[in-house]
Structures are given as C-alpha cells and as structure tokens.
C-alpha cells in the first residue's frame, strides 16, 4: 500500500485509539492495586490498635501502681482495679478487631468481585476496541483504493486529452 497522507492520517487515528485501549488498561490496573493498598492498610491497622491499648493498659496499670504507692499500706487494693482494666481491654480490643477482621474479609471479597468485573470489563473494551481497529483497517483500505482508482482516472484522463 503506497503511503499518503490519508495512510498517515489512519496510522495516526489508530496509534491514539491503541494509547487509548492502554489507558484504559492502565486505569482498571490503578483501581485494583488500590482496593488492595486500603486492605493491606487496614490489616496493619489491628497490629498498631493491639500495640496501642497495651500502651495505654500499661500506662493505667502504672498509674494505679502509683497511686497505690502513694496511700499508706492497706489503704486500697487496687488488685480489682487491675482486673477491670484487663478485662475492659480485652474485651474492647477483642471486639475492635472482630470489627478489623470483618471490614478486612469485606474489603478482599470487593477486590476479588472487583477483579472478576474489570476482568471481564478489559475484554470488553479489548473486544470493542478489536472490533474497531478491524473497522478502521477495513474503511482505510476502502478509502485507498478509492484514492488509487481516482488517481488512475485522473492520469488516464490526462493521457487522453
């Protein structure tokens, strides 16, 4: 096929409707990496809430311990108190990351309907795309020849007068 300004022309449609199909690649590909990112993020959220009450249990402890120091022998047993704050804590930090571990399963379930919908969203669009280039290819053939055949009437024309 002889290059001509329509050729370059269609090169030029096709390149910006492959870089098209790329982006459109490339942005489904962002999606899917951030819905595991928030996973990922709020798995290392129930390490630091674990790490977080046993500071702060420690500081109560201490600051019972204090206090217990303070007031002369016998005067208050803070041994109950202890015991509370353990198991306020216990129970609070068992059910936070009951809430972490649910909102964790949630989120991978979504990534993984995610995944499955942009999979078959990617063929879709590579479909589309496909059907498009093979249109494309097909109205730049016909538009060559319909060039070279006015090109051929034109010279045969010219010949004749």
């Known amino acids: 096929m002889t290059q001509t300004p329509l050729t370059q022309l269609f090169d030029a449609q096709?390149?910006?409707v492959?870089?098209?199909q790329t982006l459109?690649?490339?942005a489904v590909e962002a999606q899917k990496q951030s819905i595991d990112a928030f996973a990922t993020v709020v798995d290392s959220s129930s390490s630091m809430l674990e790490r977080n009450a046993d500071l702060t249990k420690g500081a109560i402890h201490a600051s019972l311990d204090a206090v217990e120091a303070s007031l002369p022998e016998e005067a208050a047993d803070v041994d109950e108190l202890h015991e509370l704050v353990d198991e306020g804590f216990e129970n609070a930090t068992e059910a936070q990351v009951e809430t972490l571990e649910s909102i964790i399963e949630a989120v991978e379930d979504s990534g993984e309907a995610y995944d499955e919908?942009?999979?078959s969203y990617t063929d879709a669009v590579d479909s589309s795309f496909d059907a498009f280039l093979d249109a494309h290819e097909q109205a730049e053939a016909n538009v060559t020849a319909?060039?070279?055949n006015v090109?051929?009437?034109a010279s045969?024309?010219?010949t004749s007068a």
């Open 18 to 20: 492959k870089q098209s």
């Open 151 to 153: 090109e051929d009437a």
């Open 156 to 158: 045969e024309f010219d």
């Open 14 to 16: 096709r390149t910006a």
């Open 117 to 119: 919908f942009a999979d």
């Open 24 to 26: 459109t690649h490339d």
């Open 146 to 148: 319909v060039a070279e």
